[in-house]
């Protein structure tokens, strides 16, 4: 390593634990082994540009170990991002740039909001298959656009969590070979050695993968990472993992290479004695030596070049690839270049097919429209009816198709879709069994966070599953889906309904999950574009205020259109407000939900095949609610709805309580 490496890794360890320090809380450890490495790749390798920190071509930096942030905000000062030394001396505290865990949207040049352990490998994932494929769809043989390389540095931690294993099986599947793992292997996780409780050979299990495997012994030696990652680039077939043996707090002479080094501040003593031992001898804190700012500014133009290089390229595309061209702009713009509700069409639908199948049916429209769209399933498609006809299969050998195949892998294929739409110019989808968007929580939690635009399309979305029983059943995950902030549920009653789904899943800022009914659904008159409201009127008696106002989504609102016409039969007016999305809804002007829910009707019934969590809000004190809300049964669809209360006589019978109460 050169002086002014050393130098300049040096000035990276020290900002990040004196950031620590004075936030009185965050990691050294991990900054202080991985410095190098995370150095060694950003100034010899990382294309980039500050000036334009979301240059579609630049290659992405993850840092997977997001309890590493420090680290990352010292990079994103020395390379210019805009952080400056006052948001380091600022670490941690309420409404900083530097939060603990780095936060995508919050700090610029945080490709990825990181911190649960495992995530960022599979974005990382979703990154590469996203920059593969649109290098098959845009480049040509003499201007490659896109270009680019994904990175991510991680520990120990990652590796163990499982969806890891599932990206990384995915990715060694699908030879996306400009996927580079670094591996920060320091052997100590917070409880102490990796010898209590991962023990297995990693660089085995990831040439089992089919993967790229190298080892650097010693995390110092900035030549071998440089050498490595050289050859990482050089397997164009293959992702690669590097692993790099480093220690952590390395340089702390009495907390390094122990889980001491991982989550608390070294204290001024132990930084005192860190700087000694790594022949540091500036007193002052948070000091960046003159040059090594030089230096790394140097470095900066020089990159600044190639992106300009790929500007020139960009203008060379659009003129002798114009067509081409108009559609990189198409795809790279963020909302949609067309009008999905121009004419009749996208509200034009046969028969009475089940929601999953309506889902097929707008979904095939939209796919012509929106050229984009990318997606698939956790080896689900038939049942889940997400494929894009004629668009092709994702795969190593064609690159160019769109329909995507995840395997049985629904925590990867959620995180990979956040992936996708971080890396912009594509508009993902994912699909599974609605009661297996369990296995994909922490990732549409992530999707929300990030205010990423992942449609999640979950079928067999009730007790209607029927034989598969109380394991395929879902019960409490609408409630718990509608309990994550920013995400928006919906579940259509019929194919109409299904369309104004998709078009809101693909027009609103974060991510949308349509629930979808396995069994038919009869198409209701009076459904549509009034369902972009989220809930609204389906059928009304009386010009005045009903007695009684029965609310229900999906499968369930066929029930209360039916039971308004019994009640007018006895008398009593009802009207059927249909609930496609309460979160859309929320968001109507107060005389619109006024004019649906009028607070001086108190007699409310709500009826969803599902847990009655989450609905009080709207039936009040005085509602009533028919819901399951224990698990379901194994037994044939129809039988079951009658077992829990689902037919007209009932929801016709407790609305009658309700008045009469
Ligand atoms: C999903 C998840 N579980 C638990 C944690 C809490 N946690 C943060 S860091 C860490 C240990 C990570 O070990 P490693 O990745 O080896 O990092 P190092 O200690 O070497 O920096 C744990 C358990 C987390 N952030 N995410
Ligand atoms: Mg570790």
Known sequence: MNNMDELAINTIRFLSVEAV????SGHPGLPLGAAPAAYT????????????????DRDRFILSAGHGSALLYSMLHLFNYGLTIDDLKNFRQFNSLTPGHPEYGHTTGVEVTTGPLGQGIADGVGMALAERYLAAKFNKPDIKLVDHYTYVLHGDGCLMEGISAEAASLAGTLGLGKLILLYDSNEI?????????????????FRAYGWHVQLVKDGNDTAAIAEAIRAAKS???????IEIKTVIGYGAPHKQGTAAAHGEPLGDDEIKAAKNALGWPYEEKFHVPG?????????????AEAQAEWQKALARYERDYPDDFNQWKIWNNEGLTTDLLAGEDFWTYEGSPATRVSSEQVLNKVCKLVPNLIGGAADLAPSTKTVMKGRGDFSAETPEGSNLHFGIREHA??????????????????????????????????????KQRVIYIMTHDSVGVGEDGPTHQPIEQLASLRSIPGFTVTRPCDSRETAAAWYLALTRKGPTALALSRQNLAALPGTGKAALKGAYILKDTSDGEPDVILLASGSEVD?????VDVLKDKGIYARAVSVMSMEVFEEQDD???????PRRVRARLAVEAASSFGWHKYIGLDGGIISIDTFGMSGPANLLFKQYGFTVEHVVEKAMELIIN
Request: hydrophobic content about 45%; aromatic content about 10%; overall charge neutral.
């Open 235 to 241: 397997v164009a077939d293959k992702p690669s993992i």
């Open 189 to 205: 996780t917070i409880e102490g050695s990796t010898q209590i409780a991962f023990r297995e050979h990693v660089g085995d299990r």
């Open 591 to 597: 005389s619109y939900k006024e004019s649906v829910l």
């Open 413 to 450: 294929m959620s995180a990979m879709a956040n992936g996708i739409a971080l890396h912009g110019g594509l508009i993902p989808y994912v699909a599974g069994f609605f009661v297996f968007s369990d296995y994909m929580k922490p990732a549409m939690r992530l999707s929300a966070m990030m």
């Open 291 to 303: 040059e090594v700012r030089e230096h790394i500014d140097q470095m900066l133009r020089k990159k």
């Open 21 to 24: 320090q004075a936030a009185n």
């Open 559 to 563: 029930l209360i259109y039916k039971a």
């Open 41 to 56: 790749l950003w100034s010899e390798f990382l294309n980039m540009n500050p000036a334009d920190p979301k240059w579609p």
